[in-house]
């Protein structure tokens, strides 16, 4: 029998990415942050429908439960299945056995009429799918789910929409959950964001930002690293530090590993205690981790300078709410081969989408 710990928490990701794997080529090779937005993810959430989406959050929910990871902070974006689209991704993941806070993207950055923005100006005005996705966050927070309002980012989103989504925000008593300088393209976001932002936000990125936000910068190591943006040396912020994996996956040992080894690069003297801090921050999002139960295949994942340099750690079993929801390392609520054989259905029907 190996150590017991509480559950992991993502504390930030993307469930309709599970299905990007295997994705085809882009039509043109990304050169840059904004290109990779244009050519790979904004094309990809506009051809989901809602049963791609369920799909994808079962089998990203089934996975991130057989690594440990009871609890995730989710951030949706479907431009053209917005209604009815965090319910999916709630439902998924119930069935799963495990927690999830939803939140939709809103953006500005498909105008009325049909036209992709690849910034938008903050005098322009609302548009439609701004305000039904406002309207989808709010429909999750009067159901009473676990949830946020949900941002793009600062530059995808005008005054006007970015206004109405704090203001939601504190009509619920949530917070924000928002990328943040990212890229170069959104280096001045503190600037319009410095007199919305509450402690109770979640300052995604964060690697361009110029100055400290009230709210969690969540860290995202490999995402940064994949895309190129730079480091954001999150260990030298004044913001308290969770982590995320931006879609990733939600293997959050995996993503300490990497996000300890990059510390490590920038700073040779940096403790595996830092990521410690970090994990402690992540389940202050998601308090109800504390009580989950996952019992390890290695007798000292309970340590973090054990758990940095030992890769292949695995959960036994994990308890939820009281209720065992893996068992032997298989998920005991679902089917893990059916939602494996149903996600790589959709999955196809995806691609071929974003071939044609």
């Known amino acids: ?28 090779t990304p050169h840059s942050f904004l290109s990779v937005l244009q050519q ?14 369920y799909w994808s959050a079962k089998l990203g929910a089934a996975e991130a439960l057989m690594s440990g ?5 989710d951030h949706h974006e479907s ?29 500005d950055r498909w105008q009325d009429d049909g036209t992709l923005l690849d910034r938008v100006a903050p005098s322009s005005a ?28 600062a530059f995808t989103v005008c005054d006007e929409t970015l206004q ?3 203001a939601l925000a504190k009509e619920f008593g949530v917070g924000v959950h928002i990328h943040v300088a990212e890229g170069p393209d959104d280096a001045d976001a503190a ?26 910068l969540v860290h995202n190591a490999r995402s940064n690293m994949n895309n190129s943006v730079g480091y954001a040396q999150p260990q030298k912020s004044a913001m308290p530090v969770a982590l995320g994996t931006d879609g990733i996956g939600a293997d959050m040992p995996e993503e300490a590993r990497v996000a300890f080894a990059r510390l490590r690069e920038d700073e040779l003297t940096a403790p595996a205690d830092v990521i410690d ?19 390890w295949n290695y007798d000292n994942a309970d340590s973090v300078w054990h758990l940095m340099y030992t890769p292949g750690t695995r959960p036994i079993s994990v308890v939820v709410g009281g209720r065992t929801v893996l068992d032997e390392g298989v998920p005991t609520l679902v089917d893990i081969v059916d939602v494996r054989r149903q996600a790589a259905h959709h999955a196809r029907r995806l691609h071929e989408r974003l071939a044609s």
């Not at 990871?69 to 902070?73: G, L, N, V, Y």
């Not at 299945?81 to 927690?99: F, N, W, Y």
């Not at 600037?191 to 400290?212: F, K, M, S, T």
């Open 1 to 28: 029998m190996g150590a017991t710990t509480p559950g992991f928490v993502c504390a930030h990701h993307h469930l309709y990415s599970t299905l990007a794997r295997g994705m085809p080529s882009p039509p043109q």
């Open 40 to 53: 790979v993810w904004w094309r990809l959430d506009a051809a989901l429908d809602l049963d791609m989406i």
């Open 69 to 73: 990871t009871t609890c995730i902070i």
């Open 79 to 107: 431009p053209n299945a917005i209604e009815g689209s965090l319910d999916v991704i709630r439902q998924a993941c119930e069935e799963v056995g495990i927690r999830v806070n939803v939140s939709y993207g809103v953006t």
């Open 126 to 153: 609302m548009t439609k799918g701004a305000r039904l996705g406002l309207e989808e966050n709010r429909r999750a927070l009067l159901s009473g789910a676990t949830a946020m309002v949900g941002v793009h980012a």
């Open 164 to 166: 109405a989504a704090s």
């Open 191 to 216: 600037i319009r964001l410095r007199d919305l932002a509450q402690d109770n936000w979640l300052i995604i990125h964060g690697v361009h930002l110029r100055e400290p936000l009230p709210g969690v």
């Open 277 to 295: 801090h970090w994990f402690d921050q992540s389940r202050a999002l998601f308090p109800e981790s504390r009580g989950d139960s996952v019992t």
